[in-house]
């Protein structure tokens, strides 16, 4: 069994390495964002109660998110492990996480906050789950998705002011996690800024031997 958490600020990256990890070795991403931007499109209870923390770039409730990831971590799918995306992000969290599964390696991926800035107000999304940026990664055709046709759009929360918002709460609730997974010995840094390929590579050479056999 491999657990692994992404740890990183918005826009370093993580989602698409989670993604990559999944394909590679079979364990599901658990990507809470993605998890309460579906229940808002479904206007779900879930939903309307994590709009507007989400809307502002502030955190959902504590309660809410470990929730939703005790329930989805006990599904079968997780019996070889899994990747945590986007959660744990402040110390509550982490330590609801302590309570019901042990962690085996957690990637801190870091990118310099002025580029974290550029990424997201350049980053354009489809609910397929792909996403681009318009000065690296264009869409083959302006605002549609190269995958499934669909209407690219801009995340609210993706929107400058709010970038900076949601980088002040990483520093302030989810950097103190980077010393927390230390104290652990399970905390390994990667260097975000390098191309997509290398930091994978990175990635996977750093995953506990049990998980590459
Ligand atoms: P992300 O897609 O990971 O950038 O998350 C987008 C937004 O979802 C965050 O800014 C939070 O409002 C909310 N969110 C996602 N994961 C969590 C979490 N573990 N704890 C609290 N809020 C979260």
Not at 11 to 30: D, N
Not at 56 to 67: M, N, P, Q, T
Not at 118 to 135: A, F, I, N, P, Q
Not at 139 to 159: A, F, I, M, T, W
Request: charged residues 30%; proline residues 4%.
């Amino acid at each position: 069994m491999t657990n692994v958490i992404m740890l990183g600020p918005p826009g370093s990256g993580k989602g698409t390495q989670a993604e990559r990890l999944s394909h590679t070795y079979g364990w599901p991403q658990i990507s809470t964002g993605n998890i309460l931007r579906h229940a808002i499109e479904a206007k779900t209870e879930l939903g309307l109660k994590a709009k507007d923390a989400m809307d502002a770039g502030e955190l959902v409730s504590d309660e809410i998110v470990d929730g939703i990831v005790a329930e989805r971590i006990s599904h079968d799918d997780c019996i070889k492990g899994f990747i945590l995306d986007g959660f744990p992000r402040d110390l509550i969290q982490a330590k609801a996480l302590d309570e019901i599964r042990k962690i085996d390696v957690v990637f801190d991926i870091r990118v310099p906050e002025e580029e974290l800035v550029e990424r997201l107000s350049m980053r354009r999304v489809c609910d397929c789950g792909e996403t681009y940026h318009l000065k690296y990664n264009p869409p083959q055709k302006e605002g549609v998705c190269n995958s499934c046709g669909r209407k690219l759009y801009h995340r609210e929360d993706d929107k400058v002011e709010t970038i900076r918002h949601r980088l002040q709460v990483y520093h302030s609730q989810t950097e103190p996690l980077i010393h927390y997974y230390s104290g652990k010995g399970v905390l390994v840094d990667i260097d975000g800024t390098k191309h997509i390929d290398d930091v994978f590579k990175n990635i996977v050479s750093n995953l506990p031997d049990e998980a590459k056999q």
